[in-house]
């Protein structure tokens, strides 16, 4: 599978919340998140594999990419 690591918010884990304060503070090449669909992952060392490029990822990097 894919490098991506959920940091937060998967329903059997609820005690991992991550606010948005803290998912933002994310948005570099050497520490991306992003939300998707309510679960924050770890996309960091997805970045460099991504067959569209670097460029969407981190279009939404510490963003809500649902
Ligand atoms: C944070 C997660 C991701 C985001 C925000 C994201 C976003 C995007 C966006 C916006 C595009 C369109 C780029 C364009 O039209 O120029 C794209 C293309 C693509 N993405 Fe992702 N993506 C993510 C993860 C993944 C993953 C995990 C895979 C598969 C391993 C993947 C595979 C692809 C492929 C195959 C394309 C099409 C490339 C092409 O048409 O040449 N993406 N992605």
């Known amino acids: 599978m894919v490098n991506t690591e959920v940091v937060g918010g998967a329903p059997d884990e609820p005690r991992s919340q991550v606010s948005h304060a803290e998912l933002q503070r994310h948005t570099s090449r ?4 992003v939300l998707i669909s309510g679960i924050v992952y770890d996309v960091t060392s997805l970045l460099d594999s991504h067959p569209g490029g670097t460029g969407p990822i981190l279009k939404y990097a510490g963003k809500d990419a649902t």
């Open 30 to 33: 050497s520490s991306l998140w």
